[in-house]
Every structure is written in C-alpha cells, then in structure tokens.
C-alpha cells in the first residue's frame, strides 16, 4: 500500500512524506486506493528510508515489463547525466580554497572592527561606548567561527577528497554549465533508450565529472535490455581512452566525440588530425609529406603511449605553422585503433549527436521540473537513489502510459504471465482508477471517479 501511496505522489508531483499524508486525509482518488488507511508522515517517511533496495528492484522490473512489451526493439541508448541540487547549502559545503578564503574574511572583519574600537575609544559619549560593545560582540562571535573553521579544516585533511558536507555528508560540490556556477548536489547518470525515450538504466553518483561513467552505464543498459550488442552515444564529457576500450572489450559500440584540447588548433597551427597515420609502416605522414618515424615507448598514467618525430622540421617550409619548437612531435596511445574507428563511425554518421540531444536531454528537463528548485529531499547517496529510483519508475510509467494508453498497458500487463504477478499487483488498482476516471466523463454524483466495484461511500 505505502509503495502505491508513493508511487501516486510521484506521478502527480507530491514527494514529501508531509504532504503524502495530508493527501491521504483528504484526495479521495487516495482514500481509495490505500483504502481509507491514513499513515502519517513518519511511517510514509521509514517505508522509503528502510526500502531501498527493494523499491529499486521495482524499477528494474518495470523495464523487465518493457523489455516483454517490445518497447526496446532498437539497441541505441544514449547516455548522459545532469547536477541534481542536494539537501545542503553551499555556505555549509567546504574545501581548502573555501575555507581559506572564509578566514581571510574574517581576519579582515577583525582588523576593520578594532580599528573602529579605537576610534570610538577616542569619543568620550555615551554612543560610543554602545557601539564599542557591540563591535566587541561581533569580535567574539568571528572568533568563535573561526575556531570552527579551524576545526573543519582538520577533518578536511582526513577526507579522502577533501572536501566536507555538514548537512548531507554524501553531497559534493559541482560545477555546471555557467562560469563561476555551481551546486552542492549530485550528478545522476541515466541511459535512455533512442526510440521512445525510456529510462533503461540510472545510478546517482557523487563525483563531479562524466569521465569515468561510460563503460558502467552502457554495461546497465546492455543487461537491462538483455541484447548482446549495444550502441551507445554520449557527448564530449565521457571522452575516456579506457572508458572507450572497456566498451570496446565489452562488445559495446561506443559513439562519442573526441573534444579538441590541442593549443596547436587554437593558435592556427596544424593540429593532430592533420597527421595521417600509417598502420603497416607505424609513422605517421606530416601536410608537407615528411616521414615521423618511431622513436621510443613510455608509459604515462598507465597507458603505453608511443613516440613519433621527424628530423626535417627544421628545414621544412611549413613549420612555422606546425610548430614553434624545434620538431614536431606525435603521441600515440598503443589501443588508438580503437579511438580511429570511433571517430570514423562519428563521421559517416553525423546525425548521432543530435539523436543523443533529443533523446537524453528532455528526461531530465521533465524530472527536474517534477522535484521543484529544491529537487532532491533526502540526504545521503543511498537514500538519495532510493529517491531518484521512484521519480524514474514514475517518468516510464507515464511514457509508457502514452504509448500505449492506460487500457492498453492493463491488457499487456495481464498477457505476460505469472513471472510479473508483483509489478500487477502493484499497479493494477492504480491503473484501474486511472481508466475508470477516464471514462466517467460527467461530474454529476460524487462517486463518478470511482471505479464500478469501489465500495459505496456515506
């Protein structure tokens, strides 16, 4: 019953556990359906804390339900993920730059403060001695902060990414798109599928970047939609060599621009992709025709990475715009084959970029929408994904509602067996109601939204 109680609220945009149980006093579309029982906030609020994982299981199972109803016949999923506001202030968030930054205020309020004690020492009036305790006071008061400050910052040093939450201990500082912008919140990775723009796969993350997400998430998705092979598209964020061979390594086929991070480009010069590499030979061939040969291996980051020059640059009439030292030199990762064909895919289809945009990008904008400016309304990463699990059941459960229409999904609902008696358990009298309520189409008695076999009401 709680599960259908939330269940309601996140279709109909009503998340707190506050709210649900004023609803259940007084909706009668939820009198209804839990059957007059009533909980109160703190019961609604346990369910979903204790729950976790379970509800989560719900939301697997309801793709399983697509997956059975063919809504996922085109292996493409384009991968993507969004800054999600937390439960905690940025005034309550603090790094090493923050917290310096924080104390230089404060040594500079001090020094202002006493200098306007000395000169109100130098006024004998009643005023002044006023104004004197009352600079004295707010001394006291940035000493006692910072005392504190110097206390967060000793467990700043024992934080393994230094970096401190006092109100959700899991929520992480973040930039976003606008310079000089960012939130205290989480960034939430979600695999949507390109024909009808279901969610098959999300995982709430805390750290701050897209760069190490690929290869989990197209893993998600590929298990989810039960195929072999996989394609999936993200943009220039989760460009990752390792990221891409593990998807390679995987039999995923991963499409995602490579960003340009060259300064040669920026300053007009010839850039990397000016210099066509020959496999049979391993060298590379410069504009003006000149061999760059092969020279060592190293290895950086843990990557083997190969070395390629030529010794006529200084002779060459084009260096000037290849470049400003004394040869040109070429880096290649040993696994860059793999990048190649990559971006050999990218440039017979250039259409996938806007496929990822127009396919990722609006489930996102319809969640955010749905939680509000404050978004999520728990704390700590478990309960946050026990969180962002409902509001996705919620999303595909009114995608699905559309495509196939409330009567529609019963009936596909009944048709795939026993092995999803539980999803039909759960939402059979919440469909019910909603095509019930559909087809009653005069407002004239009171009970006209209730089902034909809702029991009778006083």
Known sequence: MLLKLYLYGYLNRIQSSRRLERECQRNLELMWLTGRLMPDFKTIANFRK???????????????????????????VAIDGSKFKAVNNRDRNFSRAKIQKRMEQIEASIERYLTSIETADRQESPLAKAKTTRLQDKITTLKEQMQKLKGIEVQLEAAPDK??????????????????????GYNVQTAVDAKHHLIVAHEVTNVGHDRDQLASMAKQARAELGTQELTAVADRGYFSSEEILACEEAGITATVPKPVTSSATAHGRFGRADFHYDAEKNEYRCPAG???????????????LHRYWCSNCQACALKAQCTPSQQRRISRWEHEAVLDAMQARLDQTPESMRIRRQTVEHPFGTLKAWMGASHFLTRTLQRVSTEMSLH??????????????????????????????????LLRPLLSFLGASLEKSSPGTRLAIFPSRAVAWP
Request: charged fraction near 25%.
């Open 50 to 76: 204790d729950n976790g994982p379970a509800i989560r299981r719900v939301g697997r199972q309801f793709v399983l339900l697509c997956r059975q109803l063919d809504l996922f016949s085109e292996a493409l």
């Open 163 to 184: 970096q401190i939450s006092l109100t959700d201990p899991d929520a992480r500082s973040m930039a976003t798109s606008g310079r000089g912008s960012g939130i205290v």
């Open 290 to 304: 000149d061999r760059l040969a092969w020279r060592y291996s190293s290895i950086e980051r843990g990557m083997k």
């Open 392 to 425: 996705v059941l919620a999303y595909n459960l009114k995608r699905v509602m559309k495509i196939l229409g409330i009567r529609g999904l019963i009936e596909a609902i009944r048709a795939c067996g026993l092995e999803l008696r539980s999803i039909w358990r």
